[in-house]
């Protein structure tokens, strides 16, 4: 296991120049968090941005981070909110430069507990104007190979508590974050088909697996998820994050080459994702995500966002602007 030291001195392997550094960007997808031996906070996310790309603002993303040791079980993931909404007091203080960071939070809050989660999430308006929406992960595969990255069953996006739950989002103007994998992206259009007036926004371009038994079906697996993006799509309440194809999950070795990715290298591997989602769902639906520091695993900041900025040159600037800001901006109703 490398040590924080080590990975930054791996990644300091390839450097690469910010491209048009001109461009604004909202970043609508990173954490904060502080687990054994990996703290992720402001200072660190500042560092990792001042590679020269134009970030002005960003949205945090619900991490499983420093939740209440006590009080009632669904009220403590409240602690997350409150720590996020410290950063944001933090860096609002005029010290740490002027990027909006965390203008909009997207927080956790169970579903699965059916209506009385509206009581949980006005707690969590209580503690922050910028709260924005809910993320509640339903990743879910039946292979033991296959991470499990919560506790939940399978088939809860059709689960009728937590479509209880999900009702509430609506009633109180709050969007919902999908992160599940490819195989259960018709279950995420069923919802989305369910719930019209409720904004879904999908995580890391629905997932597509590559381990354990997904893994050297690299084509088969393309091919059904293309299917799968192209049903989803077809539900207008539903947006896409362009990015996480980084994480180990998809079956990409990024993470253990010799040297870390070029932008070059990254743009050509993940262009045909990236390239579909942006293709069905229109710029005006897609918005490039860093998913920081879980893609750092693989790439620089400054690496990840020219690989974006290469994929989207040949598109127009009004393109380019929903694509890098606007389309972020917009769903997550960011001043």
Same mark, same amino acid.
């Given at each position: 296991?490398?040590?924080? #030291? ?85 860096? %609002? ?8 960071v965390a203008a909009g939070i997207v927080a956790f809050a169970n579903l699965a507990i ?8 006005? %707690? ?69 088909? %369910? ?37 989803? #799509?077809? +539900? ?30 990254? #743009? ?21 995500? +860093? ?21 989207a040159h040949d598109f127009s600037p009004s393109e380019q602007a929903a694509l890098f ?11």
């Amino acid at each position: 296991m490398t040590t924080n #030291a080590e990975h930054h001195k791996w990644l300091d392997l390839t450097i690469e120049e910010a491209l048009e550094p001109e461009l604004p960007i909202c970043d609508p997808h990173h954490h904060f968090w502080d687990r054994p031996n990996d703290r992720y906070f402001l200072d660190d996310l500042l560092s990792d941005l001042s590679g020269g790309h134009n970030v002005v603002s960003t949205v945090f993303i619900e991490c499983q981070a420093m939740y209440r040791k006590d009080g009632p079980e669904e009220m403590k993931t409240l602690g997350q909110t409150e720590f996020v909404q410290g950063i944001v007091a933090q860096n %609002a203080s005029g010290r740490y430069g002027n990027i909006d960071v965390a203008a909009g939070i997207v927080a956790f809050a169970n579903l699965a507990i059916g209506s009385g989660v509206e009581r949980v999430l006005e %707690a969590h308006q209580a503690v922050t104007p910028n709260l924005r929406g809910v993320r509640h992960i339903t990743a879910f595969d039946g292979s033991p190979d296959v991470p499990r990255p919560r506790p939940f069953p399978e088939g809860l996006l059709g689960d009728a508590k937590f479509r209880e739950g999900f009702a509430v989002l609506e009633k109180l103007g709050l969007s919902f974050d999908a992160y599940i994998y490819h195989p259960q992206l018709h279950e995420l259009a069923d919802l989305a088909n %369910a719930f019209p007036g409720v904004t879904i926004i999908l995580n890391h371009v629905g997932g597509p697996l590559g381990v354990g038994p997904y893994a050297s079906k690299r084509d088969q697996i393309f091919e059904e998820w293309k299917d799968s993006m192209t049903a989803v #799509a077809a +539900s207008p309440n539903v947006v896409v994050k362009v990015g996480g194809l980084v994480m180990p999950v998809c079956g990409f070795d990024w993470h253990e080459r010799a040297m870390p990715t070029t932008s070059g290298s990254l #743009a050509q591997a993940t262009a045909p994702y990236y390239l579909h989602c942006i293709e069905q769902f229109g710029p005006n639906r897609c918005m490039f995500e +860093s998913n920081f520091p879980v893609d750092k695993i693989a790439c620089s900041y400054t690496v990840l966002w020219n690989a974006f900025k290469r994929l989207a040159h040949d598109f127009s600037p009004s393109e380019q602007a929903a694509l890098f800001h606007d389309t972020a901006t917009r769903f997550y109703r960011l001043s």
